[in-house]
C-alpha cells in the first residue's frame, strides 16, 4: 500500500441512550457487513467490509448501490492511523468465506453543529441493541473541547472493547453493557 492510502483519524465514541436520540426514520443510511482476518504481522486486524446505501423518504425505501473496502486500523483510541481501499465485488468474496464473527450494522450521518454524528446501531442476535455514535475531528484540540449531544452516554473512545475487532468477537450486548470481560 502507498502511503496515499493512509491517513490519520481522530475520532471519539460514545454509547447512545436510545430513548433520548433523534428520529431516525427518514435518514439516509447504509447497511454494514464487517468481517476481520488476522493481519501477516499476527497483530494487526483486516477489515472486509460491503455497504449498501438507503434511501428511505416517506416510506421509499431506494437501494442507491453497493461498495466493498478493506481497511485495517493500527492503533486504537483517540488518534490513530488507517488504511483503507475501495475493492470488487469478487475480491469481497473471495475473502468472506474466512471472515471472522461478521457484524451487521447501520450507519447514520446526523448533523450536530459544525460537525456529523455517524451512528452505528449494530444488528442480530449478539449486539442486537447497542448503538455507538462516532465524531471526527480535524485536532485532537477540538475533540477535546467538544459538548456531545445529552443523548450520548458514556464515552468507550479508549475502550478496546468496542473496537470492530472485538466486537466481532463472542461478547453479547448484555456482556458488553455488565462489564463483563468475554474474549
Not at 486504537?76 to 457484524?103: P, Y
Request: with cysteine.
Amino acid at each position: 500500500m502507498s502511503n496515499e492510502h493512509l491517513k490519520t483519524e481522530i475520532e471519539r465514541k460514545f454509547i447512545v441512550m436510545p430513548p433520548a436520540m433523534p428520529s431516525l426514520a427518514e435518514t439516509e443510511y447504509i447497511n454494514c457487513r464487517s468481517g476481520f482476518i488476522q493481519g501477516i504481522d499476527g497483530e494487526n486486524i483486516i477489515r472486509f467490509r460491503e455497504e449498501q446505501r438507503i434511501r428511505n423518504t416517506a416510506g421509499n425505501v431506494e437501494h442507491l448501490g453497493k461498495r466493498y473496502f478493506i481497511s485495517a486500523k493500527f492503533e486504537d483510541g483517540l488518534v490513530r492511523t488507517k488504511m483503507e481501499v475501495e475493492i470488487d465485488e469478487a475480491t469481497f468474496k473471495l475473502h468472506c468465506n474466512s471472515l471472522q464473527s461478521a457484524l451487521q450494522k447501520k450507519r447514520y450521518w446526523l448533523p450536530y453543529g459544525d460537525k456529523t454524528i455517524e451512528l452505528d446501531v449494530f444488528e442480530g442476535n449478539r449486539l442486537n441493541g447497542l448503538i455507538i455514535a462516532e465524531v471526527k475531528f480535524a485536532t485532537t484540540e477540538e475533540a477535546a473541547n467538544f459538548a456531545p449531544p445529552i443523548w450520548f452516554g458514556k464515552e468507550v473512545t479508549e475502550d478496546v472493547l468496542y473496537t470492530g475487532r472485538m466486537l466481532s468477537g463472542t461478547q453479547t450486548f448484555t456482556e458488553l453493557a455488565s462489564g463483563a470481560t468475554v474474549l
